[in-house]
């Protein structure tokens, strides 16, 4: 089973965490505290990676060392996350009504 694993950049804000993907642009979350932020950050890969394939684009090989926004604000932390895209693909392709 196919598994990809990503580097995420944890942000804090006044109420929680924003996450991005700097390998993935557009792919982005957010959670009020850290669990709920890494928890939103595999749905948001999932979904991202699930979306780029029904486009048939490319899927962008994760890198070592993520390149982290010069605007992000101190105190970031970089964490990696892993999803499973076949389980995302079959539960979302297997939803009632889509």
Not at 3 to 20: D, W
Not at 57 to 62: A, C, L, M, R, V
Request: aromatic content about 12%.
């Amino acid at each position: 089973m196919r598994k990809l694993t990503y580097l995420a950049v944890f942000e804090p804000t006044e109420t929680g965490y924003s996450v991005y993907f700097p390998d993935l642009p557009g792919c982005a979350s957010y959670g009020e505290g850290f669990e709920e932020a890494q928890r939103q950050a595999v749905d948001a890969l999932g979904l991202h990676l699930y979306g780029l394939e029904k486009d048939g684009d490319k899927i962008p090989f994760p890198s070592k060392e993520p390149r982290v926004d010069p605007e992000t604000t101190n105190g970031y932390m970089i964490s990696p996350v892993t999803v499973f895209p076949d389980i995302v693909r079959n539960e979302l392709d297997n939803r009632v009504g889509y």
